[in-house]
């Protein structure tokens, strides 16, 4: 796939783990977050997980947008869902426990809106949904895995690429997913739109 800009695509996001994956393909980027308040989950109001990870990469990606209006941007927002409830990013690592313990020996959803703005097209995108299910998880395996990884910045508590063994079970769907960024139906979204 060949890039059709002269200027480098802009990810809107501050992600670490969104540009690592996105640095897989053969595509120049620069990344702009635009630092958009997100809808927090307690704002949900009724909203589907597919629509409230939607509404906020689209904020992300708006805002940077009205900024270069004739760039391409990626944009992305991922949230964990369990029950009817969402589970963003933990505030400490309390509530990084109390989500652990939620999620312990018990399947969820994690949830993926990628949008990608095309000068002369719009907004076009899609939402990726992966299942997890984890191992059943005693209080002093969630301190373990809190005091080995840094958690406070990924939806759920928790974080794949780091020592996945101490929690995880299963993974049903995309894995590039769950770290905040589904890297083969992105690629494929690209040569379908992008041609």
């Known amino acids: 796939m060949s890039w059709p800009s002269k200027q480098p695509l802009i990810l809107a996001s501050s992600s670490p783990r969104r540009r690592e994956l996105l640095a897989q393909f053969n595509i120049p980027f620069e990344?702009?977050?635009?630092?958009?308040?997100?809808?927090?989950?307690?704002?949900?109001?009724?909203?589907?997980?597919?629509?409230?990870?939607?509404?906020?990469?689209?904020?992300?990606?708006?805002?940077?947008?009205?900024?270069?209006?004739q760039r391409y941007i990626l944009s992305a927002d991922t949230v964990v869902s369990i029950d009817t409830s969402l589970l963003g990013k933990p505030k400490d690592n309390s509530?990084?426990?109390?989500?652990?313990?939620?999620?312990?020996?018990?399947?969820?959803e994690v949830w993926t809106a990628v949008q990608l703005y095309i000068?002369?097209?719009?907004?076009?995108?899609?939402?990726?949904?992966?299942?997890?299910?984890f191992q059943d998880l005693s209080p002093q395996r969630i301190q373990e895995y809190l005091q080995k990884v840094h958690v406070l910045d990924k939806a759920g508590g928790y974080a794949l690429q780091d020592h996945p063994h101490l929690i995880i079970q299963s993974i049903q769907g995309s894995h590039s997913n769950v770290v905040g960024l589904p890297i083969e139906r992105l690629k494929r979204f690209l040569n379908e739109t992008l041609r």
């Open 31 to 69: 990344v702009l977050s635009s630092n958009a308040p997100e809808k927090s989950e307690s704002q949900s109001h009724g909203l589907t997980p597919s629509e409230f990870c939607w509404w906020n990469s689209a904020k992300k990606g708006f805002l940077v947008q009205k900024l270069h209006p």
């Open 95 to 108: 509530e990084a426990a109390h989500f652990l313990e939620r999620l312990s020996g018990r399947s969820h």
């Open 119 to 133: 000068p002369s097209k719009g907004w076009k995108g899609f939402v990726e949904k992966t299942v997890v299910t």
